[in-house]
């Protein structure tokens, strides 16, 4: 046999030398499969004869043994990354632990494998948080293969290698064999997860005939050494089951990572379409508006964006700020920036979404200019006919809904056309943008002013009965006949019409309110100018 150390001795230096090789955890790892290698090679030639069995040699075996547990334990801590994990995904460790109890109840090395279930209980702390952030999408899928055979397998030979055979079962080759493949199925892990690689048919293929070999021979050495009946049963289920449970922790987070993977694809599809269409809604597109589908597309897209601060808007909030967050930018302009609670941690993806919000929100931006210069009468600032047609519709809904009436009312400047001739259309254009400052100081929000045509503008009061309408451009026509321009030394007054002051039927009836608008504002010219006059 001793050919079968040199063999075992060549095997571990190829897996050493290839593990050595990956990068950052490819050192530690290497010192653990040479320790084990080491021990391995002790425990056969001890087993047949060509070294002593003495306490020395029984001591080494058991310390080369713990020792290559303490990289891997180096290793986890650094890999290992805050994921909240099912706490009954930790019953996947639960049976190989049992089985290392029942090998201590009966066997010779109690000691040392009470010595080795804390060295378990130590890696599953570390390791099957690990495990899970694979399932979370948090690490390759590497992970899913050597963290599973370290907890399974390396206690599987160990529970084996306790029990010395009274007779000859010809189970040495094939625990070799399995020790191997999951020594090389460790290092193929390790590679995999720093290189970020792919879960091959071959892995899973290897990795399942390890966990069945591994618990057969752990069957084939107890029942040879005489372990009572009951105990052989008992190590049989417990067996079978860590063989399940072991092929299942190699498949498990691969089939969440798929499921997780897929459900997340539909998510970003969504998003991606609701962005295409942002802003979404009939009405037109508010700062605040923008600013609560933005924060709303980026909450569903990572539950920890808890804010955003639009500085595009006059720095604009929705939600919360916080001190830690990502800055919304396209082109080297700062449009705002988001921020996180929570874990603080979003998809990848994320960010690149990031971009195509920056980069919608700027030709939003640039669109809602195009939309202002299109609807504004560029004199006045006010809106101009086509302004007005594209928001009575939303001012009309909002009254049928909440049952608000609406008042028209049609202001006329008085012998404009007489300031024109004597002052000079300069001196005109003067008196309609303070006129329509009048205007803007004296309504509410919500109201809607219009430059109807020339001296004409067109007042929408919102939620104002006529005794209300009647107040509120008394006020106004009260303001005009109060401003004092250089351009225009002699007193301004205004004629206005009202009509409607109740609950609009629909659309049309509207537009019949301006046509008695306009009827009532003749009548308060005929009647000799700088009055009201109510349709009646």
């Known amino acids: 046999m001793v050919l079968g150390a040199v063999v075992i001795a060549a095997g571990v230096a190829y897996l050493v030398y290839r593990t050595w090789r990956i990068a950052r955890v490819g050192r530690p790892a290497a010192v653990a499969l040479a320790a084990w290698g080491l021990g391995w090679i002790l425990y056969d030639l001890n087993s047949h004869g060509y070294l002593p069995r003495s306490d020395f040699s029984r001591t080494l075996l058991w310390g080369l043994l713990y020792f290559g547990y303490m990289p891997f334990l180096y290793i986890l801590a650094r890999l290992s990354r805050p994921v909240r994990m099912p706490k009954y995904l930790y019953f996947f460790g639960f049976f190989p632990l049992a089985l290392v109890v029942i090998a201590a109840c009966h066997s010779r090395y109690a000691w040392h494998l009470a010595g080795l279930l804390l060295w378990q209980v130590l890696l599953l702390l570390l390791g099957l948080p690990a495990w899970y952030a694979v399932a979370r999408g948090r690490a390759p899928e590497g992970r899913a293969l050597w963290i599973p055979m370290l907890i399974f397998v390396q206690v599987g030979i160990t529970s084996w290698a306790a029990f010395h055979p009274v007779t000859a079962v010809g189970t040495e080759l094939l625990g070799m064999t399995v020790w191997f493949t999951g020594l090389w199925l460790m290092s193929e892990g390790l590679r995999l997860e720093q290189e970020e690689g792919l879960l091959r048919p071959l892995h899973i293929t290897l990795a399942v005939g390890a966990f069945l070999g591994v618990w057969a021979i752990v069957i084939l050495r107890w029942h040879s050494a005489h372990v009572p009946d009951t105990t052989v049963l008992q190590a049989v289920g417990l067996a079978g089951v860590s063989t399940g449970s072991g092929i299942l922790s190699v498949v498990l987070p691969l089939l969440m990572f798929k499921s997780r993977y897929e459900a997340k694809m539909v998510r970003w599809h969504n998003l991606l379409s609701e962005l295409a269409v942002f802003p979404s809604g009939p009405h037109p597109p508010t700062p605040e508006g ?180 009647l107040q509120v451009m008394e006020r106004v026509r009260a303001r005009v006949v109060e401003l004092e321009l250089e351009d225009v030394p002699e007193p301004s007054t205004v004629s206005i019409g009202l009509a409607g002051g109740r609950v609009p039927r629909d659309l049309d009836e509207v537009h019949d309110w301006i046509r008695q608008a306009d009827e009532a504002l003749i009548r308060a010219k005929d009647a000799g100018r700088n009055r009201i006059v109510t349709y009646e």
Not at 297 to 309: E, P, Q, T
Not at 364 to 384: E, F, K, M
Not at 406 to 421: C, S, V, Y
Request: some cysteine.
């Open 290 to 469: 923008i600013g609560q589908e933005i924060f709303d597309l980026l909450h569903r897209a990572c539950d920890s964006v808890v804010g955003i601060r639009l500085s595009v808007f006059n720095d604009l909030v929705v939600g919360k700020r916080t001190p830690w967050g990502l800055t919304l930018r396209d082109g080297g302009i700062d449009l705002g920036r988001i921020y996180l609670g929570g874990e603080r941690r979003c998809d990848p993806f994320l960010k690149p979404f990031l971009s195509m919000i920056s980069e919608r929100l700027t030709a939003l931006i640039r669109s809602l200019d195009w939309h202002v210069q299109a609807h504004t009468d560029p004199l006045t600032g006010l809106l101009n006919r086509r302004g007005f047609e594209a928001r009575l519709p939303y001012a009309l809904e909002d009254a049928l809904h909440r049952k608000r009436p609406l008042t028209l009312a049609m202001l006329d400047l008085d012998r404009f056309k007489q300031i024109n001739d004597r002052y000079g259309h300069a001196a005109g254009d003067v008196l309609l943008q303070a006129v329509a400052e009048v205007l803007e100081r004296n309504l509410r929000e919500g109201d809607l002013a219009v430059r109807w045509g020339g001296e004409e503008f067109l007042i929408v009061l919102t939620n104002s009965s006529m005794d209300q309408a």
